[in-house]
């Protein structure tokens, strides 16, 4: 089944072309013989007959349709001849005879003078078809093996494409020259030719599909100065040309376009090269293309191909590995290719990358290659953390794990850039290693007493970066740079630190399918613990609510053991971590209240304007007429509320609202409203939240304003009071007090 979120690299090989004033050269490829089909997408056409064969659909619907209305259905004989036919065809083909009178049923059983019916017939040239094709491979196969090399020759016209052919005498070993004339399929030259664009395609995204394959790269040219990169001193002075340019007279403009086009200046190493471009081959599925091309070129095609243009530009390093290996290919042209490719890639560092990265991207491994003393990374990364539910019966990588609030779900490869560590979030979690902190310290290849070594080493599941951070005497940025580091590149995950108190339940993503071969590991570094079937049934029981992890543990004395088991099945993906989230409530009742209060405003400030404009003998009838006229409006908007859902109630609430500046309000039309984002709440909305708190004991006013900002269902119970030194205390002191307006939801 197909899945995205499954590694597919699709490469079938990696190749090196370029350009001189000799002409475009072909330098090195990887593998020596490289697969046409590795992955063997389903093509197009094959998607209604999903067939392995090729021939099988090789023509179109159209043809198929050409070929059966303009042959004789009665005369078809038992020969060689090779009708392709999908399932698409017969029906098309079967109406167009019917229509031409023929009065045959092409799906029928109504034949030639054989008896045999006309599907009877391309079975069997289909079944001699694949016959043939299945002897050809075996064929292939003993040549690949160097067996049977009498036949080989007696068979050149069914050779494989992808076939290294040998030139001269096969008797004379000594003199006989190996080389490649096929790759993927077509010639050489061919290759040569497609992968080295003009000069004016260089320099950006290079992708042309050829049967189902897809050559991928950024091809790099040389600067009209000589200089194969940009500085930014040259950017200002071209776009100060540019401006010149413009306002020039079109004679001028023409002159120095002519000057331009005559061929570029030599370089500052004298080089003969003029472009080159490091080509990546692959075969996406076909619903897949999009997706496998855009992340192979951004993650590796064109961050390989800046790196060869700065060392390129630094030390002519991939015109002097060019000609290292057309030299080395020369010297050892009468070696078996594999052996070529062995001593190549032995005495070339460009070609060892290109063989190292081969390996490793096919593999969804980290390519780590050393260029000029200097180790470089890339990888296509892996996902294997979601904040929600991928969709049902997608295929995961086991161990992946779930959480909404880890700050680590959109790390990146610039991990030197700011915008990777201003998570205020990410000092507060921990690191849980994948591996042995010694084996990771040389797998990175770090200095035994490096800062990073040494944080490595202090790493613990139940300490925070913030705690790891005062403990070493590290800079938070640099403890935060390393973490970032570390779980980029597969060498860690983050939770929240493990505690006791932590609720954990078996992960919906658990890899239970794993369960049993699990077990022998999990028995091996837990001897004294139960297996580890029964050790998640206790975690997460399908017959209780989820518990802190303390329920389970017998005593203090086991509580370092039972932690280190937690850590070992958030490691693995077993379980995740059960968060609580806040929202604020704001009840009907709130809002009845904050209304009453508004309308009181609104009339008090009415009746003090009236009282400001009348006469002074009239002021006090007017204060009379206004407190009753007042009184009355605040029993009648008030009425209702206590009466309301009162079936015996006659009262008119028509005529009531026909008063002249009466507003009513029914309790049935008012609902609880959940504030998204308190924070940005509106006056009126600031109004509920102060009314939420009216009367409450003031450490408790004190707590919920600091908490205010938390109560949007995106910050996690847990998460805040390490972040607001809260103690589960306070916490559980406002959530009973504030039991209306407060509402909880738990998941990861």
Not at 65 to 92: C, H, K, T, V, W
Not at 395 to 411: D, E, H, K, R, Y
């Amino acid at each position: 089944m197909s899945s995205l979120f499954l590694p597919n690299p699709c490469l079938l090989g990696i190749l090196l072309s370029v350009s001189t004033h000799d002409g475009n050269q072909l330098v090195f490829h990887y593998p020596p013989q490289p697969n046409e089909y590795g992955y063997r997408p389903t093509p197009l056409g094959n998607q209604v007959l999903n067939t392995e064969d090729d021939d099988y659909s090789s023509s179109s619907n159209d043809e198929i349709d050409d070929e059966l209305l303009d042959m004789n259905l009665y005369s078809i004989q038992n020969g060689d001849d090779d009708y392709s036919f999908s399932a698409g065809g017969s029906s098309r083909g079967s109406v167009g005879a019917e229509s031409n009178g023929s009065g045959v049923n092409v799906l029928g059983t109504s034949t030639n003078s054989g008896g045999k019916g006309l599907l009877g017939i391309l079975d069997e040239q289909d079944r001699k078809r694949k016959d043939k094709e299945h002897k050809r491979r075996n064929l292939m196969k003993n040549i690949i093996m160097g067996e049977q090399v009498g036949q080989a020759d007696t068979s050149g016209s069914n050779r494989s494409p992808s076939t290294s052919l040998v030139n001269g005498s096969v008797s004379d070993q000594e003199t006989a020259v190996c080389k490649v004339d096929k790759l993927f399929g077509f010639d050489v030259d061919f290759v040569s030719e497609l992968v080295t664009p003009p000069k004016q395609l260089c320099n950006s995204r290079f992708e042309v599909s050829v049967e189902d394959m897809a050559f991928l790269g950024l091809p790099i040219h040389v600067n009209e100065d000589g200089n194969w990169r940009v500085s930014s001193h040259a950017k200002s002075r071209r776009k100060k040309t540019s401006r010149r340019k413009k306002v020039s007279s079109s004679s001028e403009s023409s002159g120095e376009d002519d000057e331009s086009d005559h061929g570029e200046k030599p370089t500052k190493n004298d080089c003969q090269m003029y472009m080159f471009h490091l080509v990546f081959v692959m075969n996406p599925p076909v619903i897949e293309y999009n997706h496998r091309i855009d992340e192979m070129f951004h993650y590796i095609v064109s961050r390989m191909a800046l790196l060869l243009r700065y060392e390129q530009q630094k030390s002519n390093y991939v015109w002097n590995q060019s000609k290292l290996i057309l030299d080395l290919r020369e010297e050892f042209s009468s070696f078996p290719l594999n052996e070529q490719w062995k001593k190549i890639t032995e005495k070339s560092s460009l070609a060892r990358m290109m063989a190292q990265t081969f390996k490793a991207v096919s593999n969804s491994e980290i390519i780590n290659i050393e260029i000029n003393n200097k180790m470089r990374s890339f990888q296509i990364p892996i996902r294997t953390e979601f904040s929600s539910l991928p969709p049902r019966h997608t295929q995961l990588l086991p161990g992946s794990t779930l959480s909404s609030t880890s700050p680590f779900n959109s790390l990146g490869p610039d991990l030197h850039s700011s915008a990777q560590t201003n998570d205020d979030n990410m000092i507060h979690y921990a690191l849980i290693m994948l591996d042995d902190p010694e084996s990771v310290i040389r797998d990175i290849q770090a200095e035994r007493h490096s800062l990073i070594a040494n944080f490595i080493r202090m790493i613990k599941p139940s300490e925070s970066l913030s705690r790891l951070a005062t403990l070493s005497g590290l800079d938070i940025a640099e403890v935060k740079l390393f973490a970032n580091h570390l779980v980029y590149w597969r060498r860690a995950k983050a939770f929240l630190p493990l505690s006791p108190r932590n609720v954990y339940i078996v992960s919906p993503l658990a890899p239970l399918s794993d369960v049993y071969k699990d077990s022998n590991l999990f028995k091996q570094h837990f001897p004294n613990l139960p297996p580890l079937a029964n050790f998640l049934s206790l975690i997460s029981s399908s017959s209780s609510k989820p518990r802190p992890i303390n329920t389970i543990i017998p005593s203090k004395d086991h509580r370092d053991l039972y932690l280190d088991a937690v850590a070992w099945l958030l490691r693995h993906g077993y379980i995740t971590q059960l968060q609580t989230f806040l929202y604020l409530r704001i009840t009907k009742e709130v809002k009845i209240k904050v209304e009453e209060e508004l309308e009181m405003e609104r009339k008090n400030k009415k009746n003090k304007h009236e009282g400001d404009d009348s006469s002074s003998e009239d002021e006090d009838d007017s204060k009379v007429a206004s407190t009753d006229n007042t009184t009355k409006k605040r029993e009648q908007t008030s009425l209702p509320y206590s009466i309301s859902g009162s079936a015996g109630s006659d009262l008119n609430l028509e005529s009531q609202s026909k008063l002249p500046g009466t507003v009513y309000f029914e309790e049935e039309e008012e609902e609880d409203t959940i504030l998204l984002d308190p924070q940005s709440a509106t006056a009126q909305e600031r109004r509920w939240i102060a009314k939420c708190v009216e009367g409450q004991p003031l450490e408790v006013i004190n707590l919920f304003y600091k908490l205010l900002k938390y109560m949007n269902g995106k910050t996690s119970l847990e998460l805040l009071m390490v972040k607001e030194n809260i103690s589960r205390q306070d916490v559980r002191k406002l959530l009973v007090a504030l039991d209306k307006h407060v509402t909880t939801v738990r998941h990861w």
